[in-house]
């Protein structure tokens, strides 16, 4: 069976059953329809074409497909290359500019794609109350989603609690973790032995060059 | 390779039949099974072949504004997505011999709005009624093993296929494991003709299908075929241990 053809589909039917939850999606779509959007992810050699039309299409192009657009810079409208660790980051996007610098990611063509697919997904407002009361009712869907509300209120706050409980108890009791301003003076100390061991590194370089002359 | 015995006879599955009476013969098989060929596909190989269909469009590279040949299109399945691949400033043609498949296939893809950008052709493979160098990439899925003259409907997707172009032939082959070709066997000759008894009411069209699938050439023969009458850059990639095989090849 053709495992990435598997979770690309499944991917693919989840992205598109939440956008059509959204009324606003057909808009936002728009913008981007009729084109692609490349994502190459270092770690996995791995890339995936998001194709716009008035819905999203996954495909995963094979070898003959990507060596065939090697040679054509506009084979995808646009192209991210990208590294896993680097996914979360993107969300900020201040960051961007510094990632490229970083070699963390490599943008060709046309950035406002990406731009627009992260907004689209980021914009999404689904009204969970309303879809649900499709099937069981307005009464049952409002206290169903007051109940979904509290109930992750509380968990949140719980599992607050429960990891500073954890903190506190490693780092003053038990003494196996470092407290957060240790890790800052330690990483300063870190940073300050690494700039002077690079300017020793460079008197050496030049009292080496003289010794050669 | 031809899958003409001799010159006036060709099989029918296991069957030798008068060459001129094998369209006739495989049109009566899909005129009785297009109404429910959607579900019977997705009962016999558990939904499967959604995921090899996905695969022959990953490997088809296509791009909006091109022209698509979806030959043997059935009831639309690769279609759908290619007509949303290529935009309105493409074209695909889905094209079958079938009237019933074309019927069953145009009904289907105007309920799902796919409009504008699709034509709907009945053709016979052999004789495309398309001009020469005029589409970007030709498919034909589960379709060749039905055509009476196989050679004649590859130089016939030579010639209507652009230069840079591309064919993809998804198809039953040969499992790779003669354990799993066993079973594969068992599979095809006792329960899929029962499920086709039971669901749409015809297993004898499911035999046959399970018996055109052994008598189609294997992965190897194929792709000879294709090399035969033009086509570069040949290859082809098994899936599903075999049971499927994606042959694809070039025109330059």
């Known amino acids: ?213 | 390779m031809t899958e003409q015995t001799s010159s006036s006879t060709t099989h029918f599955g296991f069957k030798q039949v008068e060459s001129t009476q094998k369209a006739s013969m495989v049109a009566d098989v899909f005129h009785s099974v297009a109404a429910k060929y959607d579900v019977m596909n997705d009962l016999m190989s558990v939904g499967i072949h959604r995921l090899w269909k996905r695969f022959t469009i990953d490997c088809s590279g296509v791009r909006p504004g091109q022209k698509i040949l979806d030959l043997a299109g059935g009831t639309g399945d690769l279609t759908a997505k290619f007509s949303r691949l290529v935009g309105p400033k493409g074209q695909v043609v889905l094209a079958d011999i079938n009237e019933s498949m074309v019927k069953v296939g145009r009904d289907k893809l105007r309920d799902m709005g796919i409009v504008g950008n699709v034509n709907y052709v009945q053709a016979n493979a052999e004789e495309l009624p398309f001009p020469d160098n005029h589409f970007d990439v030709i498919t034909i899925a589960f379709g060749l093993r039905n055509v009476t003259d196989k050679d004649k409907a590859l130089a016939s997707m030579y010639r209507v296929l652009k230069p840079g172009g591309r064919l993809l032939v998804l198809e039953f082959s040969k499992p790779t494991n003669e354990q799993f070709a066993k079973a594969y066997d068992w599979y095809s000759f006792n329960i899929l003709p029962k499920i086709g008894q039971i669901v749409a009411n015809d297993g004898d069209s499911y035999q046959y299908l399970a018996e055109s699938i052994r008598m189609h050439p294997d992965q190897a023969t194929l792709e000879g075929m294709m090399q035969d009458v033009g086509f570069e850059q040949t290859s082809y990639h098994n899936l599903t241990g075999g049971i499927v095989a994606l042959h694809r090849g070039f025109k330059f």
């Open chain 1, 1 to 213: 069976m053709p495992a990435p053809q598997l979770a690309l589909a499944a991917i693919e039917g989840a992205v598109n059953r939440l956008l059509s939850l959204d009324p606003e999606t057909v808009s936002r779509l728009s913008k981007l329809a009729g084109k692609q959007l490349a994502v190459n992810i270092k770690e996995l050699n791995m890339t995936v074409v998001v194709a716009f039309s008035d819905r999203i299409d996954l495909l995963l192009p094979d070898e003959s497909v990507l060596e065939k657009s090697s040679d054509k810079q506009d084979e995808w409208d646009c192209k991210i290359t990208l590294s896993l660790w680097s996914i979360k980051e993107l969300q900020d996007p201040s960051r961007i500019t510094q990632l490229i610098k970083q070699d963390k990611l490599d943008v060709q063509g046309d950035m406002q794609i990406a731009q627009d697919f992260s907004s689209l997904m980021k914009e999404l407002e689904i009204d969970w109350e309303e879809h649900l009361s499709h099937y069981t009712g307005d009464v049952i869907a409002h206290q169903v989603m007051k109940t979904g509300k509290k109930v992750h209120e509380t968990a949140l706050s719980q599992l607050q609690k429960l990891g500073k409980m954890i903190s506190e108890g490693a780092i003053e009791e038990k003494k196996v973790a470092a407290p957060a301003i240790a890790v800052v003076h330690f990483s300063d100390q870190v940073h300050q032995v690494r700039a002077d061991v690079e300017r020793l590194q460079s008197r050496v370089d030049i009292i080496a060059a003289k010794l050669k002359d």
